[in-house]
Nanobody
């Protein structure tokens, strides 16, 4: 199962990196995606990275967030720049071999990490 790391508190405009390690799979063969959920709001997809390194981003984070993968370290990294208060949420990493490697459909992912809190203050 994915294990998320990083997270914490940062001021608006700052940068934070969260990681997602998948130790018990052939890491190169899995799609990894990040989702987030703020209190009182529905879960939303953030980004997904396919086995070939191609990445898809939600419009809300495009040009601010960068998702990458280190196959040797079996970890995917989500670098979040220019953070806004509305980015405050619990961030969840998911891994699987879905039909389509996308952040738009959380139902395609069976393996989820516990989540890591990201809090952005003004």
């Amino acid at each position: 199962y994915p294990v998320a790391s990083g997270g914490g508190s940062v001021q608006a405009g700052g940068t934070m990196i969260v990681g997602c390690k998948v130790d018990d799979w052939d890491f190169r063969s899995v799609c990894l995606a990040w989702f987030r959920q703020a209190p009182g709001k529905a879960r939303e997809g953030v980004a997904a990275i396919d086995t070939d390194g191609s990445v898809k981003y939600a419009d809300s984070v495009k040009d601010r967030f960068t998702l990458s993968r280190d196959n040797g370290g079996k970890t995917a990294y989500l670098q979040m720049n220019s953070l806004k208060s509305e980015d405050t949420a619990m961030y969840y990493c998911a891994a699987d071999r879905p039909f389509s490697c996308t952040y738009r459909d959380a139902g395609q992912y069976y393996y989820w990490g516990r989540g890591t809190q990201v809090s952005v203050s003004q």
